[in-house]
T-cell receptor, first 112, second 109 residues
């Protein structure tokens, strides 16, 4: 069965460290997204990609970067982790512009 | 600005019916989604409305009125497993999803 997986599922790091969260999907979807989810807020878009070598900033992109070297993967990098980036991160993918999103299981990141 | 409003929390009784409302103001409209999210898990797709009216899918129904910027999710014959957060999201003119903060539904026996 096709799926979307994230790793690590839990990560504790220190302020200033670089952190990379992996996202891998086997749906062969062109569109991939990274969201963060915090209490009291809806899912907020960090970065997204519509295909290989395409990346775009979302509403909360500061301090984050992504790269898309193949269809399956969209890793999210925190260049210098800050306590404000403590959150649950969800990767998602969809085929086309209007299809439903399929979410990974989430990565809980704590920055101390 | 773009805004999605839904109640923060609702409580209902097992076997009953509950209606979760969502109002929105967005730049353009390309459909409205409802997702279910159990605690500690990923959101999963429930429904999609792009035209006015009611879409029924088993115990769950979703209604849309584009002129009023309003949708609701109706859950019938509530079961304990329906305890979850329900997320409303609107696809704007750029095909980006704008998410509400979610409604936590508590089911009591």
């Amino acid at each position: 069965d096709a799926e979307i997986t994230q790793s690590p599922r839990h990560k504790i790091t220190e302020t200033g460290r670089q952190v990379t969260l992996a996202c891998h999907q086997t749906w062969n979807h062109n569109n991939m997204f990274w969201y963060r989810q915090d209490l009291g807020h809806g899912l907020r878009l960090i970065h997204y990609s519509y295909g290989v070598q395409d990346t775009n900033k979302g509403e909360v992109s500061d301090g984050y970067s992504v790269s898309r070297s193949n269809t399956e993967d969209l890793p999210l990098t925190l260049e210098s982790a800050a306590s404000s980036q403590t959150s649950v991160y969800f990767c998602a993918s969809r085929q086309g512009d209007t299809g439903e999103l399929f979410f990974g299981e989430g990565s809980r990141l704590t920055v101390l | 600005g773009q805004n999605i409003d839904q109640p923060t929390e609702m409580t209902a009784t097992e076997g009953a019916i509950v209606q979760i409302n969502c109002t929105y103001q967005t730049s353009g409209f390309n459909g409205l989604f409802w997702y279910q999210q159990h605690a500690g898990e990923a959101p999963t797709f429930l429904s999609y409305n792009v035209l006015d009216g009611l879409e029924e899918k088993g115990r769950f129904s979703s209604f849309l009125s584009r002129s009023k910027g309003y949708s609701y999710l109706l859950l019938k014959e509530l079961q304990m497993k329906d305890s979850a957060s329900y997320l409303c999201a609107v696809m704007d003119s750029n095909y980006q999803l704008i998410w509400g903060a979610g409604t936590k539904l508590i089911i009591k026996p």
